[in-house]
């Protein structure tokens, strides 16, 4: 009996498995119709009932391209970018659909940040870690070799290359901790409306002198607060966010979306 209770188990769990890849394929064949607005829900459809890759937020950001909202195709463009921070694919997205902004991006920090970020960011933290550990393997094997050689030389090098490993363990351990915390930030965000205001205080500008700029679809912004604000019984949130050029205003929460 419960040899069929196995066969039935696995049966309906190949079944659900086909159910949700047939899920995937149908949201490809609208996309490859042009049917770009059924595409859209089918792959978001798929990341409800079937969870998160690259290959979905991919898809689903050239979907968003598509129909004109580069800022919705920003923002799965840069999801699929954290769950494989190696598709040169998805780096290729960004940068052409970034390039058509009409918002365009400035470096606000020093270059040696902004490449250290870049480099950290250009592998996961699994695959630092692993060379984390890999590294903290070797170091083993040169500790042993210091104690346990007759060779002076062996035992020399055993302790130098000790020292460098140590150091190599460690910063690998950091570069994984930091890919770890920027993959799941969740202090950025992408405009994802034609024109947003930003106001100097959290509530709708009121006059001219209260509207601190205004930015367009894709500009991304750096979260730095959030508030909620209650007017006539009806509670919005607001975010403090900063521009890439460090220019800090308030903006509506619904008229961004957080990556």
């Not at 840069?78 to 290729?92: G, Y």
């Amino acid at each position: 009996m419960k040899y069929l209770y196995l066969t039935i188990a696995l049966t309906l769990s190949c079944l659900f498995a086909k159910a949700e890849s047939v899920k995937f394929i149908m949201a490809d064949s609208a996309y490859n119709a042009d049917n770009f607005a059924q595409a859209i829900a089918l792959y978001e459809d798929v990341i409800a009932s079937e969870g998160t890759s690259p290959n979905v937020y991919f898809n689903l950001g050239n979907a968003y391209y598509r129909v004109g909202k580069n800022g919705k195709a920003l923002v799965n463009y840069e999801r699929a970018l954290r769950l494989d921070p190696t598709d040169n694919d998805i780096k290729a997205n960004i940068e052409f659909v970034t390039g058509r902004l009409q918002d365009k991006s400035a470096q606000n920090n020093s270059y040696f940040s902004n490449a250290l970020s870049k480099f950290i960011g250009g592998k996961s933290s699994d695959t630092w870690a692993v060379i984390s550990l890999a590294a903290f393997i070797l170091l083993v094997v040169g500790l042993a070799a210091y104690f346990f050689s007759e060779s002076v030389a062996v035992r020399k090098a055993g302790f130098f290359a000790s020292i460098f490993l140590f150091i190599i363990s460690l910063l690998m351990g950091y570069f994984a901790i930091k890919a770890k915390t920027m993959a799941k930030s969740r202090s950025e965000a992408i405009v994802v409306v034609p024109a947003a205001v930003m106001s100097t205080s959290p509530r709708e500008p009121k006059s001219k002198r209260e509207e601190a700029m205004t930015i367009h679809d894709g500009c991304k912004l750096r979260i730095i607060d959030s508030l909620k604000v209650s007017t006539d019984s009806v509670t919005v949130l607001w975010f403090n966010a900063a521009t890439d050029d460090d220019n800090r205003a308030w903006i509506k929460a619904s008229d961004v979306e957080v990556i």
